[in-house]
């Protein structure tokens, strides 16, 4: 599985972004991770195959949310109240089992696109 991810730029603290993981094929759970410059990689926003389920970091709730489209194979992470510590490289992946937030458990990796909140 090809993983894509697109959308991301530069906006002012408190605009929007939303980010886009295109797939080569299906896939099951996708999940969006994060990493600033500096820190370590973080779970940002996982959702099961179906969309039925989804998984939030407690810094994200009530901000972010994430979306799937199985006809498109695509995921998106629609990013609301942006703040300037979510500025980082974002990357989606995938997993052949259930969504999780540990990076363990994903199969595939996208490239990554920035995001940067300006204050």
């Known amino acids: 599985v090809q993983l894509v991810e697109s959308g991301g730029g530069l906006v002012q603290a408190g605009g929007s972004l939303r980010l886009s993981c295109a797939a080569s094929r299906y896939a099951f759970a996708v999940g969006w991770f994060r990493q600033a410059p500096g820190k370590e990689r973080e779970f940002v926003s996982a959702i099961n195959w179906d969309g039925g389920a989804t998984d939030y970091a407690d810094s994200v709730k009530g901000r972010f949310t994430i979306s799937r489209d199985n006809a498109k194979n695509t995921v998106y992470l629609q990013m609301n109240s942006l703040k300037p510590e979510d500025t980082a490289v974002y990357y989606c992946?995938?997993?052949?089992?259930?969504?999780?937030?540990?990076?363990?458990?994903?199969?595939?990796w996208g490239q990554g696109t920035q995001v940067t909140v300006s204050s």
């Open positions: 992946a995938a997993s052949r089992g259930v969504l999780s937030k540990r990076e363990s458990m994903y199969d595939y």
